[in-house]
T-cell receptor
Framework: DVKVTQSSRYLVKRTGEKVFLECVQD?????MFWYRQDPGLGLRLIYF???????EKGDIPEGYSVSREKKERFSLILESASTNQTSMYLC????????????FGPGTRLTVT | QKEVEQDPGPLSVPEGAIVSLNCTYS??????FMWYRQYSRKGPELLMY????GNKEDGRFTAQVDKSSKYISLFIRDSQPSDSATYLC????????????FGTGTRLLVSP
């Protein structure tokens, strides 16, 4: 079974703090994704990565950056957290030959106060 | 207009009912159609996917795609309380690196 893990289930941070969200997958997938999920807006793609050290902006990259130094690990960074970044953050990975299958982690519910 | 539209619900049904969940879309380039199930406070899990038009069945679940109408459906037969979750449709094209486009999800409640 594919396993995607995220470093924290719940996180509370203060406005202006730098926040790191970590994601690890154990299936040697090249492609990894970060989404945020908000009521009424669904899943929105923040950043994705084709492979190690490769990254591309998704639909809502403002205020975020990412890092992928190792194949299994994809980190999302909030440079200076703001209250409008309070959300559920979901990481996903995907084998390159099966573009329709994404495997999600359990999510991190981030609250910025 | 959103590329993918999905009624948020909630849809409440009694145990044993047949459930129909639907999405409409506007992008005719979509070729892959997926259904994800998301339990409360969990990440989405892939339930089924179909390629292009047609039906696909897996146990109590049937996925249906009508590309001419740009309409997809997920049917759940003999619904169970354990089916209570949010169901997300997702779609992508076929060529090149494809990102998934998700619907907002329909919340389903199956009462015993």
């Amino acid at each position: 079974d594919v396993k995607v893990t995220q470093s924290s289930r719940y996180l509370v941070k203060r406005t202006g703090e730098k926040v790191f969200l970590e994601c690890v997958q154990d299936m040697d997938h090249e492609n990894m994704f970060w989404y945020r999920q908000d009521p009424g807006l669904g899943l929105r793609l923040i950043y994705f990565s084709y492979d190690v050290k490769m990254k591309e902006k998704g639909d809502i990259p403002e205020g975020y950056s990412v890092s992928r130094e190792k194949k299994e690990r994809f980190s999302l960074i909030l440079e200076s957290a703001s209250t409008n970044q309070t959300s559920m953050y979901l990481c996903a990975s995907r084998p390159p030959a099966r573009q329709n299958e994404q495997y999600f982690g359990p999510g991190t519910r981030l609250t910025v106060t | 207009q959103k590329e993918v539209e999905q009624d948020p619900g909630p849809l409440s049904v009694p145990e044993g009912a047949i459930v129909s969940l639907n999405c409409t879309y506007s992008n005719s380039a979509f070729q892959y159609f997926m259904w994800y199930r998301q339990y409360s406070r969990k990440g989405p899990e892939l339930l089924m996917y179909t390629y292009s038009s047609g039906n696909k069945e897996d146990g109590r679940f049937t996925a249906q795609v009508d590309k001419s109408s740009k309409y997809i459906s997920l049917f759940i037969r003999d619904s169970q309380p354990s089916d209570s979750a949010t169901y997300l449709c997702a779609m992508s094209g076929y060529t090149g690196f494809q990102k998934l486009v998700f619907g907002t999800g329909t919340r389903l409640l199956v009462s015993p």
